[in-house]
């Protein structure tokens, strides 16, 4: 691999390990430092790598850097507050008593502590996902502002506040006890499956940032597996519904990025390997009694990885989608449930459906109500196209709709 494949790879790979393990040296309230010690240790590689090349072993090379940039700042640290600021440093872990423990075990600890951390409840959820992106996941700040489809500011100051709230927390970066895991691992499969949503209902034009968005919320979740005190029904649910959902990623839009629908997909395109991950996950998930919201979105997404459109495949997806109303209401959840309920039994009842939801504010609504008209009052279709049109935000939505209206004028 090449020095501009690889140093781009092992930043996606090592820089999470590296940041959480120098997360919990330095303590979440310092993470930041954390961070950077880690991302001067990349720049480095870059420069030296680009100079001399990659070195035989590229992964201990980096921990090796990022281990005496610690001791490095520890000892300049610890300096200053002797010589200059006047204070006495105590159990101040410096020098050569330092234990930076970069094994497999403590790398893997405390990424799931760094997990639990950032997934607190006291945070908002938008500043639990930012946050995921930014330290556990090592995307910046312009890449975070185009996830979201906001500006850079905007995030910079939400991950300021969100780190503010943390120290004042006082969190630590430690498993919960076991009588918390469940609630507290209940926020971080939120986090990890709002996470995913971003990468794949975002209506961005980078497709490439779309998928490694939702390649690391999998990534994140698969550790949870990996970890026995984690690997619960839920999380193998969850990893089940991404897998499902990733497999069709490539048919999901045609080469100039525009939008395409389920029922126009061309499945040959769809990913047989993570379809059978999805299937893997979700078998693993059926093990007790507890029914999740994960599991039935799951099950949904299993039924849509098959082409066949039959009554009765739709008809499954139904009753899927009322248990999952009645477990957890959406809107979004009601307003898909109408469209399998148009495929499963009549348009004319998911219209008398669909109108009940009254989501005028938002341009899925009408553009479900647009496709449910065809065929039965093109006025009403043509009507719904457009203030849908008027509605909606990103340039694929947009051209997906204008052809909707060509097709009708």
């Known amino acids: 691999m090449e020095n501009q494949e690889l140093i781009p790879h092992l930043f996606r790979t090592e820089y999470r390990k590296i940041t959480a393990v120098l997360g919990k040296t330095f303590g979440l309230e310092h993470i930041e430092i954390a961070q950077d010690i880690a991302s001067d240790t990349f720049l480095l590689a870059s420069e030296m790598w680009g100079i001399k090349g990659a070195p035989d072993n590229p992964v201990a090379w980096l921990y090796t850097v990022a281990r005496n940039k610690t001791l490095d700042y520890l000892r300049r640290d610890k300096l200053f507050k002797e010589k200059v600021s006047g204070q006495v440093v105590r159990n101040s872990p410096v020098g050569d008593e330092i234990d930076i423990d970069l094994s497999a075990r403590n790398i893997t600890d405390s990424q799931l502590q760094m997990m639990f951390a950032i997934c607190h409840p006291s945070l908002p959820l938008e500043s639990q996902i930012g946050l995921a992106l930014n330290v556990l996941c090592g995307f910046g700040i312009n890449e975070i502002a185009s996830a979201f489809l906001t500006n850079k500011e905007t995030i910079n100051k939400r991950l300021y506040r969100a780190r503010e709230k ?82 069709r990623f490539e048919a999901r839009t045609n080469p100039e990025g525009e939008t395409v629908l389920y029922q126009d997909q061309d499945d040959s395109l769809w990913d047989s390997a993570l379809i059978s991950r999805g299937e893997y996950y979700l078998n693993r998930s059926s093990t007790g009694e507890q029914l999740s919201r994960y599991h039935l979105e799951a099950a949904i997404g299993y039924w849509h990885t098959i082409k066949a459109d039959t009554p009765e495949k739709w008809e499954r997806i139904l009753q899927y989608y009322n248990q999952l109303l009645i477990l957890e209401y959406s809107p979004i959840a009601a307003l898909n449930r109408t469209y399998a309920l148009a495929k499963a039994r009549s348009k004319a009842e998911a219209i008398r459906e669909a109108e009940k939801l009254n989501l005028a504010d938002n341009h899925l609504y009408h553009s479900l109500l647009g496709e449910l008209y065809l065929g039965v009052d093109e006025g009403k279709a043509l009507g719904y196209f457009n203030t849908a049109l008027g509605l909606a935000k990103s340039r694929a939505d947009k051209q997906l709709l204008l052809e909707k209206i060509k097709k009708l004028c």
């Open 166 to 247: 943390l120290r004042a927390e006082q969190v630590k970066m430690e498993f919960p006890d076991e009588a918390d895991i469940e609630s507290r691992l209940d926020a971080v499969l939120k986090t990890l499956y709002l996470l995913f949503n971003e990468g794949f209902y975002s209506a961005g034009k980078d497709i490439t940032l779309r998928k490694e968005v939702c390649i690391e919320a999998m990534w994140l979740t698969k550790m949870l597996i990996e970890n026995p005190g984690t690997d619960r029904p839920p999380v193998n649910a969850l990893l089940a519904l991404m897998c499902f959902h990733a497999s």
